[in-house]
Each structure stands twice: as structure tokens, then as C-alpha cells.
């Protein structure tokens, strides 16, 4: 296995004035949508680097990697991926809120760490139900809100993730600590068991295709990080 080490160093001004510039944009969107966006804050650095894990270490480091990133946000996670990319490498960075994706644009001219690949980046402004199955990818890193949607509703995005995704490909998310008892305790009875399901299901993906599982705790609100496999010769069924 080889490793793409990653940056090191602390903020510069223009790197910090670029952060608030980004929390700003992530939280007012947030607001308005949160069901989609599903946080109360940007991913740190550390989470991003999680999600990035299977893009930093990769099976072959002489063959280039399409790395498929869905529900990019303002590109907090896009600057783990970035990091591990090289020469040759693609992403795909698909993100339905058109905010966001204009962001997303505005950031591969501008942003230090997101310029040095944008010519191997394309933002997609849409749902990844839309965004078709012709294309094959290495790695998926999903930062869609699974908490937040019907058990149905995960079933078909990880189904389109197993579609194309390469047999042996990783397809790495994240969950919130301690959702599924917050909301036990807060939410409504329908809420509550409506989660419940969509937990049950994203715990059995884990069991059956999971090869690492890591607790991020610098990140607010700290996160699991789940990273699996696709079978490499079985199709892998659907996930209901």
C-alpha cells in the first residue's frame, strides 16, 4: 500500500479569511436546508482526512485514482481528497445545492489547496440520483446526511454508490455520535423510529461490507467515519 503524505503547517491570513468566508456560506445555507445539509458546521480537518483515508492509501500508487465525492458542501472534505490526490487522479464533486456547487467552482480557481487539482476536478450541480451510472470510480466519499433520510431514501443512494463503484472500490461515511439516543430522548415517536430505521440498515451495511470503522472526535459534533468495501466478485445486493 502506498500513502500520499498529507500538509502540514498552521493557517495563513488568507487561508483563515477563506474559512470564515466558507463557515459563513456552510451556516447560512444550513439553516435553510437543513435536512440536506445535516450539520451544524463544516467538517474539520480531521474528519476530512478520515473520509480521505482510502484515497491517501491506495492498492496500486502507480495507477490514478477517480475519486467520486457526493454532498461536497463549501469543499472542507474536498481539501482532504485534494490532499491525497496525484498526478492523474480524478474527482467528481457533486453537490445539489447550487450555492454550494458555485462555491465549489469559485474555490478551484482560487483556493490553494483546491487550484492544484482542478484540472482534474468537475463540480456537479445536482442530486446523485441524477448523475447517471456510466462512469466507474476507485472511491467514494459520501458526506450526505444518512441520519436525516428515510431508510428507503439511503437504500437507493447506496445502491447507486454499489453501481459505480469498482468491484474492490471503498465507499467511506460518516455518522454523528450519538444521534440515534439524542433522538430518543427529544424527538417524536414517528422521528425516532424513522431514524431508528435508517440506523438499523446503515449498521447492517457495515457488518456485511465494512473493513474500518474510526471515532473522530475533533469535529463538532464528533463522528464515526465507516469505510467499506464493494465485493470484488459478488454484486452486492440491495440495500433494503
Same mark, same amino acid.
Given at each position: ?12 491570513? #488568507? ?23 445535516? *450539520? ?6 480531521? #474528519? ?34 485534494? *490532499? ?8 467528481? #464533486?457533486?453537490? *445539489?445545492?447550487?450555492? &454550494? *456547487? ?41 458526506? #450526505?446526511? &444518512?441520519?436525516? &433520510? ?11 454508490? &454499489? ?78
Amino acid at each position: 500500500m502506498s500513502e500520499t503524505p498529507g500538509p502540514a503547517g498552521p493557517l495563513t491570513a #488568507l487561508k483563515l479569511d477563506e474559512r470564515l468566508r466558507d463557515t459563513r456560506l456552510f451556516l447560512t445555507q444550513a439553516l435553510r436546508t437543513f435536512h440536506a445539509t445535516g *450539520a451544524i458546521a463544516p467538517s474539520s480537518r480531521a #474528519l476530512a482526512d478520515a473520509l480521505a483515508r482510502y484515497v491517501h492509501v491506495r492498492p496500486d500508487p502507480d495507477r490514478p485514482m477517480n475519486v467520486l465525492e457526493v454532498g461536497a458542501g463549501t469543499g472542507a472534505v474536498t481539501r482532504g481528497i485534494a *490532499a491525497a490526490m496525484r498526478p492523474g487522479d480524478t474527482v467528481d #464533486l457533486v453537490e *445539489a445545492n447550487p450555492q &454550494f *456547487a458555485a462555491h465549489l467552482e469559485g474555490l478551484l480557481k482560487t483556493d490553494p489547496e483546491l487550484s492544484v487539482i482542478a484540472d482534474g476536478a468537475s463540480v456537479h450541480a445536482k442530486p446523485i440520483g441524477e448523475m447517471g451510472t456510466d462512469r466507474r470510480y476507485d472511491a467514494i466519499v459520501s458526506g #450526505l446526511p &444518512f441520519a436525516n &433520510f428515510t431508510s428507503e431514501e439511503v437504500g437507493e443512494i447506496v445502491d447507486h454508490y &454499489f453501481a459505480v463503484l469498482r468491484p474492490g472500490g471503498t465507499l467511506s461515511f460518516y455518522g454523528y455520535l450519538y444521534t440515534k439516543e439524542v433522538r430518543a430522548v427529544i424527538a417524536r415517536r414517528s422521528e425516532y423510529l424513522r431514524q431508528a430505521r435508517t440506523s438499523w440498515l446503515v449498521q447492517d451495511l457495515v457488518d456485511r461490507y465494512g473493513i474500518r470503522s474510526e471515532r473522530i472526535l475533533a469535529n463538532l459534533p464528533p463522528a464515526w467515519v465507516h469505510h467499506l468495501r464493494r465485493p470484488a466478485t459478488v454484486p452486492p445486493p440491495r440495500a433494503r
